[in-house]
């Protein structure tokens, strides 16, 4: 992943980092590279609020998930799941740009800006913000990534299409992805679902017949540095 050591990946709910890079996390870190997984919101306040049982289950999946998929480290914020259109803009950009400081990551990997989630368009907004490329930024790449349920339900304008330019062949992990996928009990869905095991088979299989290879993971990349 052009030379990406030190890895952030950013969801803005707890089986987002599956569905999108899920494919991806162990090949990273089986060329030696350190992946950090962030879930910005609590994923269930909003639907589950004041369910104490539902979000500890939630954070076990969370955790159960980036296990399988080899994640360094899985971080988790409390923001309101639903609700970042209640949080100020600037607070979301300094968390991140705190985060990004501590940690000095070199790629990032965010939500798809036209996604129809509120919440993945206002934390791609808030990253771009985070990591815009001025002196002393250590982010060098910066990937979009598909999210089955969001990215395909999104405004079907040419100005908000998810159109990959990069695409990452997941054929030797695509069932380390799915297995994956199965730790999120809550999330998954039953066929025809696109949040269903044989859709996100399925999408692989299509992102991997456009690049002649089995099974890939597509992204957008929106920024690339190479430095000295």
């Known amino acids: 992943m052009l030379n990406s050591k030190n890895v952030l990946v950013i969801a803005a709910h707890p ?14 870190r089986k060329s030696g ?9 609590d994923g269930s306040s909003t639907q589950y609020a004041d369910d104490t049982k539902i979000h500890i289950h ?17 971080i988790q914020w409390d923001y309101p799941d ?18 990004i400081s501590e940690h000095q990551f070199d790629t990032v990997f965010v939500h798809h800006y036209g996604d129809i989630n509120l919440d993945h368009r206002l ?26 349920s969001s990215t395909e339900w999104g405004a079907r304008r040419q100005d908000s299409l998810f ?13 380390t992805k799915l297995a994956a996928l199965r730790l999120y009990t809550d999330e ?17 299989a299509v992102y991997g017949s456009e ?18």
């Open 82 to 99: 639903m609700r970042l259109d209640g949080i100020s803009h600037v607070d979301l950009n300094q968390s991140f740009e705190k985060l």
């Open 123 to 148: 934390i791609h907004e808030s990253l771009l913000v985070a990591t815009r490329p001025q002196p002393g930024q250590y982010v060098r790449n910066i990937f979009s990534y598909q999210v089955n």
């Open 58 to 74: 939630k954070k076990a999946c969370m955790e159960q998930a980036n296990e399988a998929l080899g994640s360094t480290r899985v």
């Open 33 to 41: 590279g350190e992946v950090t997984v962030l879930i910005v919101t």
């Open 163 to 175: 159109m990959p330019n990069y695409y990452v062949d997941i054929t030797d992990t695509i069932e």
């Open 15 to 28: 089986d987002d980092e599956v569905l999108g890079v899920g494919g991806t996390i162990p090949l990273i």
């Open 188 to 204: 998954i869905r039953e066929h025809p679902h696109p949040r269903s095991e044989q859709a996100l088979r399925d999408r692989a």
């Open 211 to 228: 690049v002649g290879c089995n099974y890939a993971e597509a992204f957008h990349l929106i920024l690339a540095i190479r430095r000295r």
